[in-house]
Nanobody, 124 residues
């Protein structure tokens, strides 16, 4: 079955950096666009970043543009999120998912199953 295992979160001071990883299985990773989402307490889950199946194209939420970088390694079935210049408002649980209908992100249809997520806390 489809599985996502996120890791790399933690407690970091404002201005710090973290690199998240998500190992995926149960579907054809190399043919799927991959996404990172986050959910802060009391808020809806929001799309943070997405990358095409080839890795050639990416898209970011305005709130993280120029600070976060999404990348992928199709040989390892893993997607990454490099987060720099972290702010307290980046505090959330971060999740990954995949577009089950293709390698681009013009239309995203996500898998129903989600991983446990990884907690990112930005605080001094």
């Amino acid at each position: 079955q489809v599985q996502f295992v996120e890791s790399g979160g933690g407690l970091v001071q404002p201005g710090g950096s973290l690199r998240l990883s998500c190992a995926a299985s149960g579907f054809t990773f190399s043919s799927s666009a991959m996404c990172w989402y986050r959910q802060a307490p009391g808020k809806e889950r929001e799309l943070v970043a997405v990358i095409t199946s080839t890795g050639r194209s990416t898209h970011y939420a305005d709130s993280v543009k120029s600070r976060f970088t999404i990348s992928r390694d199709n040989a390892k079935n893993t997607v990454y999120l490099q987060m720099n210049s972290l702010k307290p408002e980046d505090t959330a649980v971060y999740y990954c998912n995949a577009n089950k209908i293709g390698g681009y992100y013009s239309t995203l249809v996500l898998y129903d199953s989600w991983g446990q997520g990884t907690q990112v806390t930005v605080s001094s």
